[in-house]
Structure formats: structure tokens, C-alpha cells
T-cell receptor
Framework: AQKITQTQPGMFVQEKEAVTLDCTYD???????LFWYKQPSSGEMIFLIY??????QNATEGRYSLNFQKARKSANLVISASQLGDSAMYFC?????????????FGPGTRLSVLP | DGGITQSPKYLFRKEGQNVTLSCEQN?????MYWYRQDPGQGLRLIYY???????QKGDIAEGYSVSREKKESFPLTVTSAQKNPTAFYLC?????????????FGPGTRLTVT
């Protein structure tokens, strides 16, 4: 079963508007970390934001914020004031404990296109 | 500057040949990972290693092999047994046992096998 679900294969947003990228996760562990990465067409993976399972406040990093709803197992990324350079693939990921230690699980990604 | 290097950026091989992808990090990270990414798809874990001389299979390890003889290095060999080796390969590393530590990624290697 998918541990990370991103239901939006592609999203469009007008420049300067805000956009929300969805992410739901599945784990029975009380301790875990949630991450968002951006992957431009060049291929590199850029870390954007982190949310811990025990964090009371939603994480924010500049124009990025994470809408964390623990009971719903939801960790949506909100990008405010979209810019053309935000066009990229966005991946939600979870760090959790497995039998070997700690591991990362990635979602299938959402392709965001910012329109001028 | 600290970071992860992968070489080469582009790699071309003939079918039936083994090929080794390099991954080096100078971040002093304990854990290292290899992912495969096909066009328009997410990342799939091939192998990962939490400490030197130890590694674990990921979701798609068949046709791949790794070694971890040094903390800094985690080379991936794509063997002739891998049926569809053409893909984008990403190496990553991470530190700490806390959940807040993100993965750092290398620039990736695009492997084309014909």
C-alpha cells in the first residue's frame, strides 16, 4: 500500500497566486518526520520544508508553509505568491523507522506549472 | 563546500554491460541511499546503508548491487540482469537519528543503455 499519496499529478496556478499541493501519509508510528522537496527540470532535489510529528505549529519557510493536520494524516504544502521559477515537480516524503533503522518514503509527486 | 557528487552526469552503455555509478559525500553523513527515477515518476529506493559495511535492499534492488567500504562512498553497480536500466539515478545522504534531518541529494546520473 502507498505510504505517501499525492492525488494531484499536475496543477496549474497563475503567477502571484497561492497554491496548495496535497499530501496524505500512512503510518502507525507516533514519531515521524514529513518533508517536501522541489525537483526542477534539471533534476536536482531541493529541500523545502520539514514538519515533525510532535510539532504543534505548522512549519513555515519563506513563501512555503505546511498545513499539518495530524488526525487526518495530511501534510499539504502551500506556496504563496507563486513565481515562474516555482514550476517543477514537488515530492512529499516521510522519514520513519523501519526494521533496519530509519528510512525515507516518497510520494509520486505533483507537477506544478505556474502561468504568467 | 560540503555536498554530494555523482559522476558522470550522463552515461551511455551497451546492453549486457555492467556499469558503476559513483556517489561521494563529504558531509560526514552515516546514511546513504540510491534512488531510481523514471520519466514523470517518483523516486524508488534501490539500496540504502546506515553504516559502513552494511546495506539493505530497497523496493527495487533486483539487478543492482552496492558496496559501502568507506563512509564517504556508496557506489551503485547496474548489472546486466537489470531489465530496464535506462533511468535517472539519484544518490542521497542523511545524518542523525532524529526525524528532522532531511536527505541531501546529489545532482544525479542519467544512464542510457542501448
Amino acid at each position: 500500500a502507498q505510504k505517501i499519496t499525492q492525488t494531484q499529478p499536475g496543477m496549474f496556478v497563475q503567477e502571484k497566486e497561492a497554491v496548495t499541493l496535497d499530501c496524505t501519509y500512512d503510518t502507525s508510528d507516533p514519531s515521524y518526520g514529513l518533508f517536501w522537496y522541489k525537483q526542477p527540470s534539471s533534476g536536482e532535489m531541493i529541500f523545502l520544508i520539514y514538519q515533525g510529528s510532535y510539532d504543534q505549529q505548522n512549519a513555515t519557510e519563506g513563501r512555503y508553509s505546511l498545513n499539518f493536520q495530524k488526525a487526518r494524516k495530511s501534510a499539504n504544502l502551500v506556496i504563496s505568491a507563486s513565481q515562474l521559477g516555482d514550476s517543477a515537480m514537488y515530492f512529499c516524503a516521510m522519514r520513519e523507522i523501519d526494521n533496519y533503522g530509519q528510512n525515507f518514503v516518497f510520494g509520486p509527486g505533483t507537477r506544478l506549472s505556474v502561468l504568467p | 563546500d560540503g555536498g554530494i557528487t555523482q559522476s558522470p552526469k550522463y552515461l551511455f552503455r551497451k546492453e549486457g554491460q555492467n556499469v558503476t555509478l559513483s556517489c561521494e559525500q563529504n558531509l560526514n553523513h552515516d546514511a546513504m541511499y540510491w534512488y531510481r527515477q523514471d520519466p514523470g515518476q517518483g523516486l524508488r529506493l534501490i539500496y540504502y546503508s546506515q553504516i559502513v559495511n552494511d546495506f539493505q535492499k530497497g523496493d527495487i534492488a533486483e539487478g543492482y548491487s552496492v558496496s559501502r567500504e568507506k563512509k564517504e562512498s556508496f557506489p551503485l553497480t547496474v548489472t546486466s540482469a537489470q531489465k530496464n536500466p535506462t533511468a535517472f539515478y539519484l544518490c542521497a545522504s542523511s545524518t542523525g537519528t532524529g526525524f528532522s534531518y532531511e536527505q541531501y541529494f546529489g545532482p544525479g546520473t542519467r544512464l542510457t543503455v542501448t
